[in-house]
């Protein structure tokens, strides 16, 4: 039927195309697939280049250790577990090793001899804490602590010193932000090389030799390493010796310190003996932002930093093998504590933010933000604390309500 008018023409495409339909329902059907399947690719597309669809898996060694480490690690472990599971695009598996005294006791080995090659497998480490009073402290250190640290040239020792919104401070009068400052600690050598003797012991010429032991490249890269990082936070940076009683190692330390300075013209340089540093910590903690020290000063001065922004509860560490060849190892800086072991009441904010540095190591920042982040929400609220924030909450009250926050910050 053919009609003269613009209507007539309207009329007649439409009922050709219901015309072509009525006979072509394959081609249509054919059609309507295609788009489907081209829109399914499109978000699929889009998933996969958010990295949706390639689940990163972290394989996670976990050493609970003795006292309050299994009880902290626990609450740690279950806040990675549920940012994985909020993120959905990365995973954690976690393999569990029963080390340190208690296994001392039953086997005659803290750690079993193949520990380090079972361990090299891992992308990090995560330890609570290692130390009984029925075994000698040197043991439970040197035989898995620093056999780790060592072995894994894990030589940077890293701790925040920062005081978090809602954390108790000793000092009165202090600005939250004086107190923020980051400890790079020598980790692999220095007074804690293991070096010495012990001569005729027992006899009256007994004689102990603890020899440190500071290398040219184990100085440098230390050195390097807090310099780097104080570049590129724009930050200053302090070195911490002792060059004028330790006149062979401090000496050496103090050179190195200027001589790699040169290299870094843009960051403004501090130095000072350990001493006069641990008063400044306490007076005017504003003076430090990043600071590098040797291991047994980084080792005193940051339980010191630990009392001024908020106490053990509250400190973290990691140890870092920077060049990524071997697993880092993430940790609370407190050890067991025995007094207050089995009864449910340690602080895992400790362990909970050390799992924080764990994340950052892997480069979710974000997720190590939130986490402190959370952990400030728990700290201002003060509705859910332990004993040492004058709370009556369990560790495990506490864990919990660091997921809860976590979960309202999402
Ligand atoms: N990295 C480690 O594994 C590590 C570090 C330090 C000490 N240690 C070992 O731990 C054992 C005990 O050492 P210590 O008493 O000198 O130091 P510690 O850190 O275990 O305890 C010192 C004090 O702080 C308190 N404290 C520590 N962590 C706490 C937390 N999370 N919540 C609430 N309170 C907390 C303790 O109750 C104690 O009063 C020793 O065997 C020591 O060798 C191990």
Redesign the pocket.
């Known amino acids: 039927m053919l009609v003269g008018d613009e209507n007539g023409l309207y009329k007649n495409c439409l009922l050709a195309v219901l015309f072509f339909i009525g006979n072509n329902v394959t081609i249509v059907y054919i059609f309507l697939q295609l788009l489907i399947f081209c829109k399914i690719k499109f978000i699929l597309k889009v998933i996969k280049k958010k990295g949706g669809l390639k689940l990163e898996k972290y394989k996670i060694a976990v050493i609970p250790?003795?006292?309050?480490?299994t009880e902290?690690i626990a609450e740690g472990v279950k806040v990675l577990e549920k940012i994985a599971h909020i993120d959905g695009s990365f995973a954690f598996s976690f393999d569990y090793f029963p080390w340190g005294?208690e296994y001392y006791c039953k086997t005659g080995k803290v750690m079993d001899d193949d520990g380090l090659e079972r361990l090299s497998k891992f992308d990090a480490i995560y330890?609570?804490?290692?130390?009984?009073?029925n075994?000698p402290?040197h043991i439970?250190?040197r035989d898995?602590?620093i056999k780790i640290r060592q072995g894994f040239d894990q030589y940077v020792n890293l701790r925040p010193v920062k005081l978090l919104a809602g954390a108790p401070c000793p000092i009165k009068n202090i600005n939250r932000e004086d107190i923020n400052m980051v400890v790079i600690r020598e980790n692999s050598e220095g007074e804690y090389a293991g070096a010495g003797d012990w001569l005729y012991k027992g006899k009256e010429q007994e004689v102990v030799l603890q020899t440190s032991v500071f290398s040219r490249k184990g100085t440098e890269r230390i050195i390097r390493y807090a310099y780097e990082l104080a570049r590129h936070e724009n930050k200053t940076i302090t070195s911490i010796s002792k060059g004028n009683a330790l006149n062979y190692s401090m000496v050496f330390w103090d050179e190195v310190f200027s001589e790699v300075g040169k290299e870094y013209p843009d960051v403004k340089q501090y130095t000072y003996l350990v001493d006069a540093a641990a008063m400044f910590f306490v007076k005017d903690p504003a003076r430090f932002q990043v600071v590098v020290t040797s291991n047994l000063f980084g080792d005193i001065l940051t339980d010191l930093g630990a009392a001024i922004a908020g106490?053990?509860?509250l400190a973290a560490?990691a140890n870092i093998n920077p060049e990524k060849k071997y697993p880092s190892m993430f940790?609370?800086?407190?050890?067991?504590?025995?007094?207050?072991a089995g009864k449910g009441?340690?602080?895992?904010?400790?362990?909970i933010w050390s799992a924080a540095q764990m994340l950052e190591f892997f480069g979710k920042k974000e997720w190590s933000n939130k986490i402190i982040r959370a952990i400030e929400k728990v700290l201002t609220e003060k509705t859910v604390l332990?004993?040492?924030f004058g709370g009556k909450a369990s560790t495990k009250a506490v864990g919990e309500e660091i997921i809860r926050q976590l979960s309202l910050l999402c």
Do not use: F, K, Q, Y
Request: with cysteine.
């Open positions: 250790g003795d006292g309050i480490g902290v005294c330890l609570g804490a290692v130390g009984a009073p075994v402290d439970s250190l898995l602590l106490g053990m509860g560490g940790e609370p800086i407190h050890g067991s504590a025995p007094d207050i009441i340690a602080n895992p904010m400790a362990s332990t004993a040492d």
